[in-house]
């Protein structure tokens, strides 16, 4: 049997995109959308996902709808070939998630480790939203309303993924072959699971204001990697440097290809290279005598070079945005679209499809016309 590919992704509107997403999953969705080897392509504003922290700061949610479609856009996402759309326009997803829920445990929901972080890092000590908490069964509904079996994630969604096959194997065990087992795909470049705040902790975060963005501008993209964060102990240039876990270098393992190396780094008179790969210039680091800056200002250059045309993208997309929105409203509907038809067959799988159920219809019917004989 020919077993369609369908992808989806998606991200939850809090905030514009910044570098993080894009070695994460931007670059890979663009990459997998040209490769033209699936059947259809999804990426979901996870609007509604976003309420569940924020229900009472709506706007925030709304306002960043448009930010992370213009940042999707501007970095090559193809409404012809992938159908943006938004959750909140798809209610047939809160159908799918209200069956979902029956099968899952509560005490399986706070084994979650990715919620478990999220429960700490928002303080919600004994006052978790229970939308909150239940949000990787909606999750789940996003992924099988599509037949989605491809799922470009960053690390901290295998959790979510994993969950969902739970439910789809669960379904199909008590209703019958019905769902979609997904599975996650992660990006191959190591260092892209997660690239590090532009001050060395863990992780890019908005709230810990060490992010460079995709709309950043060409000035406050330079001020950012010049107060970029290095090896702490690395003070004179002569000193030998650490590259493992420097902030700088994993930029630069990110981004860098061999021809930034060839176009920064010639000498214009002598024609000759002085590094020709990351590899030769970690290891003068290493040995002492690469000052900071100099790697800085190399990968100012990188970067610029990466964000020069989102940016300029950007700039024509954000002339024209009720045509944005419109993109993502004929996204919608598409995605409307076949979420009804998953809704269908889920019910039907069930049993809850009265409409059509003529055999239960003719039960009923047997069943009182018996009880009506006995009584004359
Ligand atoms: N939870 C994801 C995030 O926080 C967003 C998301 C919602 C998602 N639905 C999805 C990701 C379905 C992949 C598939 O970024």
């Known amino acids: 049997m020919y077993m369609s590919n369908i992808i989806l992704t998606g991200d939850r509107p809090t905030g514009r995109l910044h570098l993080g997403h894009l070695v994460g999953s931007l670059f890979q969705r663009v990459q997998l959308q040209d490769s033209e080897s699936y059947d259809e392509m999804y990426i979901e504003i996870a609007d509604a996902q976003a309420t569940t922290d924020n229900s009472g700061n709506i706007k925030k949610v709304k306002d960043n709808v448009i930010e992370v479609a213009l940042d999707y856009l501007s970095c ?9 759309f938004l959750q909140s326009e798809v209610p047939e997803l809160s159908d799918l998630t209200f069956y979902y829920m029956n099968l899952v445990t509560l005490s399986r929901l706070q084994r979650n480790p ?15 939203p229970v939308g909150f908490m239940t949000y990787p069964i909606s999750q789940a509904a996003d992924i099988t309303a599509f037949d989605a079996n491809i799922i470009p994630v960053g690390d901290d969604q295998l959790p979510m993924i994993e969950q969902t096959r739970e439910i789809v194997r669960t379904f199909n065990r008590l209703y019958g072959e019905t769902l979609v087992e997904p599975n996650a795909v992660l990006p191959e470049n190591t260092f892209c699971h997660r690239l590090p705040g532009t001050d060395g902790e863990a992780k890019m975060s908005k709230s810990l204001g060490n992010c460079i963005y995709l709309a950043d501008s060409e000035e406050e993209v330079k001020k950012k ?25 994993i930029y630069l393992s990110a981004f860098s290809k061999e021809e930034h190396f060839h176009k920064y780094f010639k000498n214009s008179e002598t024609g000759e290279v002085e590094y020709n790969n990351l590899d030769e210039l970690k290891a ?6 690469l000052g900071d800056m100099k790697v800085k200002k190399f990968l100012n250059y990188v970067l610029q070079d990466i964000l020069a045309p989102i940016r300029a ?28 038809e998953t ?33 004359n």
């Open 313 to 340: 993208r950007r700039h024509e997309l954000e002339k024209n945005i009720p045509e944005v929105y419109q993109i993502l409203f004929r996204g919608s509907d598409k995605a409307r679209k076949k979420a009804q």
């Open 76 to 84: 090559g996402i193809n409404p012809e070939k992938c159908t943006i």
């Open 284 to 289: 003068h680091y290493e040995r002492g005598g």
């Open 114 to 128: 990715t919620i478990k972080q999220e429960i700490v890092f928002r303080n919600f000590k004994n006052s978790i």
């Open 343 to 375: 809704l269908e067959r889920v019910k039907t799988a069930i049993g809850l499809n009265y409409r059509n159920d003529i055999e239960l219809i003719n039960e009923q019917v047997e069943k009182y016309a018996l009880l009506h004989k006995e009584e």
């Open 225 to 249: 990697v010049m107060g970029m964060f290095t090896d702490p102990n690395h003070l004179k240039v002569d000193d030998p440097g650490v590259t493992e876990g420097n902030p700088v270098f």
